[in-house]
């Protein structure tokens, strides 16, 4: 079993690693898409960079990155627990891509990726309260800030009542602290009212 465990975040880690964002931003501008907006390599920063088509491109593919090691931890490992921890691996991955020099995005995306692998049924609504966090404030990252912890405990409350396995609300609550901690900047910006909003502060020199 320990093998299983070991295969299947190795898996993760190196898919969550795969830096899209960084991918299409070369293809895309011809350069390091780090070097503008939040330095970030996820979703949010390839939009205010880059535009909807490739960032829509790299949100699908950093998804991909969550779910793909948590549907091999069910269905190839037959094991819950190895799908949460490859999951898991996948959103370190994102956020620390050991192809990318460790500096990757937020991990919002794979989160919800490792999510929709987990526990399809239940990932259905976490993007309508995105979407509706976004279409409210205008702020990707009140998105993410509120929008996680508020998903992760809907999974929780799930496994509490027994209608999902304890090993992927564990995983919610990981992915939720590590995106709650790569946020830190976003919030204190959101306080000083310094955040940009959807379509602002992509040829900022990266912040952060």
């Known amino acids: 079993m320990i093998v299983e465990y070991a295969a299947n975040a190795a898996l993760g880690y190196l898919l969550g690693s795969l830096p899209w964002g960084l991918i ?3 293809l895309w501008l011809g350069r390091d898409i780090r070097d503008s907006g939040s330095g970030k390599t996820g979703t949010t920063n390839v939009l205010r960079t880059a535009g ?6 790299v949100m699908l593919l950093d998804i991909a990155k969550g779910a793909v090691p948590a549907l091999v931890g069910r269905f190839v490992f037959d094991s819950n ?3 949460a921890v490859g999951a898991g691996a996948a959103v370190v991955g994102h956020v ?3 192809f990318a020099g460790f500096r990757g995005g937020r991990g919002v995306a794979s989160t919800y990726g490792g999510v929709l692998g ?3 049924v239940i990932s259905i609504v976490f993007p309508l309260i995105g979407a509706a966090l976004i279409g409210a404030t205008r702020y990707v990252s009140v998105m993410s800030v509120v929008g996680v912890p508020l ?3 809907i999974v929780v409350a799930a496994a509490a009542g027994g209608w ?3 090993s992927y609300a564990w995983y919610c609550i990981f992915a939720t602290v590590l995106v709650e901690y790569k946020h830190l900047p976003n919030i204190r910006r959101l306080l000083s009212g310094t955040e940009p909003r959807i379509g602002q502060g992509g040829d900022r020199p990266a912040t952060g």
């Not at 909807?52 to 491109?57: E, F, I, Q, V, Y």
Request: glycine letters at 8%.
């Open 24 to 26: 299409v931003g070369y």
């Open 52 to 57: 909807k088509g490739p960032a829509a491109l």
């Open 81 to 83: 627990e190895v799908a």
């Open 96 to 98: 620390w891509p050991v």
């Open 118 to 120: 987990l526990a399809p």
């Open 151 to 153: 998903c992760a405990a």
């Open 164 to 166: 999902l396995d304890w």
